[in-house]
């Protein structure tokens, strides 16, 4: 089989996500309850967007856990994972996130370990057997870390163990160009940076000569 690459959409801009989800150039959505306020959302809205993009031909749909005790983030995650068979937990990478990941994952449950910024937690996650982790490209750059060259080592660390690098934090498709060249599967971007994917000035006017030619010809 070859390698499978993914672009996820990280956004709760219901019309931005709508356009990515239908036109069937994402995998999936993922969200924060930090997403959810900036499209002015929140944890109670979770069921209606899942049942929107599940409509929508979304094939993973990721919201997270919140809560300030492992008992409180299993109670949020099993109402997530109750919504249907596309949810995907996500949980922050804390001594409680990594308990109720742990759980979670005993019980069957596909789940994504978010906010990593260490081989260790990455290391971590995988012991514990998630599906994905999400290291922050941009923030451990922010902090004046080498984010590539730190999630490169990640990637190798984890290959073939059942957990994937799901890259965040991306801010251009540079960003999502280093992190493929070492090996990282699957990535989640905002709108913007996706569509900044898709586009180049010498495409559109490769197109634009070839609409020419077709008007010329009739
Ligand atoms: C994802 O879970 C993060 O909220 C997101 O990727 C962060 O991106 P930013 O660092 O550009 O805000």
Redesign the pocket.
Known sequence: MGRDIRFYV?SADVGAVSDLVVDNLVHGV?T?P??LERAGRSVGDIPALYERWEAEGAREIFFQTWGDSTDAMLRNANGILSLGDLAVVKVPATRSGFAAASALVSEGASVLI?AVYSQAQALTAATIGVRYI?P?L??LRDAGRDGVAEIAAMQALIEGTGTDVLA??L?SPSDVVALAEVGVPFF?AAPSVLAACFVSDASENAAAEFEAAVERGV
């Open positions: 990280d993922t924060n930090t997403i978010t999400a922050y941009g923030r965040a934090s801010r989640t």
